[in-house]
């Protein structure tokens, strides 16, 4: 069974930074491209920010120079280190893992407010 199990989320001042942790089980971790996405009320989900089997990230623009997203392969976990945050960073973040087939996370709610 695969889990993908996000923590790491909260309030937050604006300015502040929290980093996320998704821990992965019941799939080959090193095969597969993970990813973070976030979804705010009335919004579609979007790309936060990705990193590939072998280590190759890419950022959505809107977090480009203020979040990080990095791995453990060890550990079977993708971490997303969030920086500089702003209210508009508010949303929930789900871990996505993809292959052949993409597998979600249940999400953490980020808040960004003072």
């Known amino acids: 069974q695969v889990r993908l199990v996000e923590s790491g989320g909260g309030l937050v001042q604006p300015g502040g930074s929290l980093r996320l942790s998704c821990a992965a089980s019941?799939?080959?971790?090193?095969?597969?491209?993970m990813g973070w996405y976030r979804q705010a009320p009335g919004k579609q989900r979007e790309l936060v920010a990705r990193?590939?089997?072998?280590?190759?990230?890419n950022y959505a623009d809107f977090v480009k120079g203020r979040f990080t997203i990095s791995k453990d392969n060890d550990k079977n976990t993708v971490y997303l280190q969030m920086n500089s945050l702003k209210p508009e960073d508010t949303a929930v973040y789900y871990c996505?893992?993809?292959?052949?087939?993409?597998?979600w996370g249940q999400g953490t709610q980020v808040t960004v407010s003072s």
């Open positions: 996505k893992a993809a292959r052949v087939n993409d597998f």
């Open positions: 019941g799939i080959i971790f090193t095969a597969y491209h």
């Open positions: 990193i590939s089997s072998g280590g190759s990230t």
